[in-house]
């Protein structure tokens, strides 16, 4: 998306198309069900709440609480998601680093007032 102002048609146009996209991903179509969220992170201006600056997204996976991506990215020890932690050596140490995002994004989501999310 384009920086811009706010505008609520064109970000249910985009959550459209990337939830189409993700779906067209064999990988990722078997990841999304029911308790699956795909939430846009708006990077706001400062000062102006109506304009945005960037956009990002994530899915959300309640069930295995973890987050995910349509798109590819570096699963690894040292990669993107573990955010460089060097000790980590295992499989099982990046699942406990995307269990650690997800809880994240709903301490984020309390934090703005939406319990009812949980």
Not at 60 to 71: K, T
Not at 90 to 114: A, C, F, N, P, T
Request: proline fraction near 3%.
């Amino acid at each position: 998306m384009r920086p811009g102002k706010v505008d609520s048609e064109k970000l249910l146009a985009m959550a459209k198309a990337l939830n189409a996209y993700a779906k067209s991903q064999p990988d990722v179509r078997a990841r999304i069900g029911d308790e699956t969220e795909l939430v846009l992170e708006l990077g706001i201006e400062k000062g102006n709440t109506t304009s945005i600056k960037s956009c990002g997204y994530y899915f959300v996976d309640h069930v295995e609480r973890v987050i995910f991506w349509a798109h590819p990215y570096t699963c690894e020890p040292g990669g993107e998601i573990l955010f460089n932690v060097k000790a980590a050596k295992k499989l099982s140490h990046i699942k406990y680093s995307l269990e650690s995002q997800y809880w994240l994004v709903l301490s984020k989501r309390l934090r703005v007032g939406d319990a009812d999310s949980l």
